[in-house]
């Protein structure tokens, strides 16, 4: 069992910037790929940025490309994602998500142990 427990969130104006964090527990942090993935109201879940377990290949959602940076440290068992330029349809609850898919991916059926999510709210 992995545990996966993201902070970070809240509230910004549009173009503002947040850090959001994915802490890791259980097991070893290096043994899996971690995405991030997003939720807004009356909408699924979609894919938003997505890392290897190693950092060396990161994958992004063309919405976020060139705003968002992904990043990991595999000796704090933690991701973050930097999230710059910021809009109102950014707004969601972000997710993080483990996958032994080291490569990485883009698919929420790669994904095994998910965290409980935190809110982000972009206000134009």
């Known amino acids: 069992q992995v545990q996966l427990v993201e902070s970070g969130g809240g509230l910004v104006q549009a173009g503002g910037s947040l850090r959001l964090s994915c802490a890791a527990s259980g097991q070893t942090f290096s043994n899996y790929a971690m995405g991030w993935f997003r939720q807004a109201p009356g909408k699924e879940r979609e894919f938003v940025a997505a890392?290897?377990?190693?950092?060396?290949?990161?994958y992004y959602a063309d919405s976020v490309k060139g705003r968002f940076t992904i990043s990991r440290d595999n000796a704090k068992s933690t991701m973050y994602l930097q999230m710059n330029s910021l809009k109102p349809e950014d707004t969601a609850v972000y997710y993080c998500?483990?996958?032994?898919?080291?490569?990485?991916?883009?698919?929420?059926?790669?994904?095994?142990?998910w965290g409980q999510g935190t809110q982000v709210t972009v206000s134009s």
């Open positions: 998500a483990a996958s032994r898919v080291l490569r990485g991916s883009y698919f929420l059926r790669d994904y095994t142990y």
């Open positions: 890392i290897s377990w190693s950092g060396d290949n990161t």
